[in-house]
């Protein structure tokens, strides 16, 4: 899995398998999202075998499914709530990481703490394309 961290709190990553999974618990972290809705690619494991994988390994576990145009300022608020009442480092994961980094983005300018316009040059330090955030906020956030 291709994970990037976004700050001390937060990681993005793609698909993990069960056994990256596994590997979180035993480094420490303590909450794993997953943003894919099941059946989106036919080699992905789906919520309930993450949920038991992070279960067992000791990881809090969010399945929190969203694509483009179904996110949703409830699963915003949803991700972020998540993020920051974990007590320790948090891995959100989708197909690329782009999803997960796209609602954290969103809920960080919503709270005032990141600008609408500092929206592409915050995914491209970290090598991510956020104008799905762009487009959103431009839509949702008036």
């Not at 099941?38 to 992070?54: H, K, L, N, T």
């Not at 300022?73 to 989708?94: I, L, S, T, Y």
């Not at 919503?110 to 799905?132: C, F, K, N």
Request: aromatic share 4%.
């Amino acid at each position: 899995m291709k994970r990037t961290t976004i700050d001390s709190k937060l990681s993005v990553a793609g698909q993990p398998s069960l056994g990256e999974i596994e590997a979180l618990g035993a480094e420490g972290v303590h909450l794993l999202i997953n943003n894919r809705p099941d059946g989106e690619e036919p080699s992905q494991p789906g919520a309930s075998a993450e949920r038991a994988a992070a279960e067992a390994a000791g990881l809090r576990y969010l399945d929190l499914p969203v694509t483009g145009p179904t996110l949703t300022r409830e699963a915003v608020e949803r991700f972020h709530a998540a993020v920051e009442a974990a007590p320790g480092p948090v891995v959100a994961h989708c197909r690329s990481g782009t999803r997960s980094l796209t609602l954290w983005v969103i809920g960080e300018v919503l709270a005032g703490r990141l600008g609408r316009d500092e929206v592409a040059a915050y995914g491209a330090r970290h090598g991510y394309d956020l104008s799905g955030a762009e487009r959103w906020l431009d839509a949702n956030a008036g």
